[in-house]
């Protein structure tokens, strides 16, 4: 998949998918953990569409405070100016308009953040232990 | 983005390494919406200062930030904070504790923001202030805090987006914004015009009316509002209540806003008396209540005299008040009626100075609140507080009465 450079660096982790995603208020800065316990610390967080509150460019910049970071940040829908002053303050890497992310991407899948805004996922099938494939 | 070249020479570090940082999270933000340039702001207003709300990482990104030498540009005032500066105490009788660690933390954020070279004017009524007063109409500012974002927009004629976390103070270190949304002519002429039928509306009306059209409001301009608003607190009502119940930046309010409006909006929306007394009537004050609280925003000294006048008489209020507003305000009305501070403590009103109910960690869930602000009404129910809605007549009245 490609998507849009809005924070340039590359990335390699396990995916952590939500569909909507406010950082101040569903984020624990000090864990990494979201309201459901799945941890984002060094993740590949893929997030459906951001939302909420402006305290979210600080949340996302707790995170690399307290060593809590996701390796990067995929958005399917437009990022929005909270997600993109907190990766930019945070330093995470930040991709968005990545068309079909959620429909793709699993929780646990291995995903590669590469220049140029490719997104490359890594697709478990049922006969062999790892495909590699790009979308 | 086109970018000017001194803009390109701060990009570049020549103006030193935070103000780089700064002007890039601008850039950056702007390129994600399509901001083809870059404005030149005169006033910043920086919102999210409370140590509640940014912890010890907001307090460390700021402190950051001002030792790699950050100054603002332009002049930039502030929030509210945790808890009013003289006397961190003073809300304990609404169930307030401030912490030693609390009081900690918060001095750090206000040290490093005096550093940067802003004014502690600790309120999210930046509007009053006379230096805003005297910024001429049209020109470009970034602010955070949404109710001043609106009141900038529709009564002041400045434009603004809604710049909230560190936006606002990344505008105020470089002096530029986003060329975007609110700055732009035509994203500020309405499509909608709301016509309420009749009646004047006091504060809490002008609040559950904000709610309506902030939540029924489908495109981008700003809603046309032509509603007969009772005095100055019911406009400052009406447009907290925008802020906080949607995303609007701007109202175009017939007598009020200074640009021209459309002579024929695209729609029409017609809003009764009933469906204002209806709407009121789900947050109508029903039970005992812990607190009534007055001053969301924040108060004018001419609200506190008014709660004077009407408490005449009483000698004790039988539920806590607790007002809030800003220190000039605070001054302004030991200048001009010293001893209405005395007379409403000694009836158990709490008057505090830089900070608020929503700032401050006030608020354990089932706690009863009465307030005539919407705005209030709003953040501090999703914290679990149980809060009513009703003009400040009727919760001076019920203060001293009961329900």
């Not at chain 2, 109508?284 to 108060?299: M, N, Q, S, W, Y």
């Amino acid at each position: 998949m490609k998507g849009r450079v809005l924070v340039e660096g590359n990335a390699a982790g396990e995916a952590v998918v939500v569909e909507a995603l406010s950082f101040y208020g569903e984020v624990d800065p000090k864990t990494g953990a979201l309201n459901d316990g799945r941890s984002i610390a060094g993740k590949v967080l893929v997030i459906g569409r951001p939302r909420g509150s402006t305290v979210g460019s600080y949340t996302i910049y707790g995170l690399r405070y307290y060593g809590k970071a996701p390796r990067a940040i995929i958005v399917e829908s437009d990022a929005d100016p909270i997600l993109v002053a907190g990766a930019v303050l945070a330093g995470i890497p930040l991709v968005d308009r990545v068309a079909g992310a959620l429909s793709v991407i699993s929780d646990g899948d291995p995903v590669e953040v590469l220049p140029g805004g490719i997104v490359r996922v890594y697709k478990r099938s049922s006969s062999s232990p790892l495909v590699r494939g790009r979308i | 983005m086109y970018l000017t070249r001194e803009e390109e020479k701060i990009l570049a570090g020549e103006m030193g390494e935070a103000r780089a940082e700064a002007l890039k999270i601008i850039v950056k933000v702007g390129e994600a919406l399509g901001a083809e340039r870059l404005v030149p702001i005169a006033h910043a207003h920086v919102s999210g200062i409370s140590y509640g709300t940014i912890g010890d990482h907001g307090a460390s990104l700021l402190e950051d930030l001002a030792s790699r030498g950050a100054r603002v540009a332009v002049p930039t005032t502030v929030n509210p904070v945790g808890y009013d500066t003289e006397d961190p105490s003073l809300l304990e009788k609404a169930g307030v504790r401030i912490t030693p660690e609390f009081v900690r933390g918060q001095s750090r954020i206000l040290s490093a923001l005096r550093r940067m070279g802003a004014n502690l004017t600790l309120t999210c009524t930046p509007y009053y202030i006379p230096e805003v007063r005297g910024i001429p109409v049209g020109s470009s500012v970034a602010w955070g805090e949404s109710n001043a974002i609106l009141y900038a927009n529709s009564v002041l004629g400045l434009r603004t987006n809604r710049e909230g976390g560190p936006l606002a103070l990344m505008a105020a270190l470089t002096g530029r914004t986003y060329y975007w949304g609110m700055h732009l002519d035509q994203e500020r002429v309405p499509q909608t015009l709301y016509h309420v039928e009749e009646g004047i509306l006091d504060e809490a009306r002008a609040g559950v009316l904000g709610e309506i059209i902030a939540t029924s409001h489908r495109n981008r301009k700003p809603p046309l509002v032509d509603a007969r608003l009772r005095d100055e607190i019911a406009l400052r009502e009406f447009l907290a209540a925008l802020g906080a119940a949607g995303s609007l930046a701007m109202a175009h309010i017939q007598g009020v806003t200074p640009e021209k409006p459309p002579e024929k909006p695209e729609e029409r929306i017609m809003i009764s008396a009933q469906d204002l007394e209806e709407r009121l009537d789900k947050y109508r004050p029903t039970e005992t209540l812990d607190v009534v609280f007055i001053g969301c925003p924040h108060a004018k000294a001419g609200d506190v005299e008014r709660l004077a006048r009407l408490l005449q008489g009483a000698s004790r209020v039988r539920t806590r008040i607790v007002v809030t507003l800003s220190r000039r305000e605070y001054s302004r009305l030991l200048a001009s009626n010293p001893r209405v501070i005395g007379e409403l403590s000694g009836m158990g009103v709490v008057i505090a100075r830089d900070t608020c109910l929503i700032v401050s960690p006030f608020g354990k869930p089932g706690t009863r609140v009465a307030t005539n602000s919407y705005k209030a009404l709003f953040y501090l129910s999703k914290r679990g507080v149980k809060v009513s809605l009703a003009p400040l007549e009727d919760l001076a009245r019920i203060a001293v009465s009961g329900v």
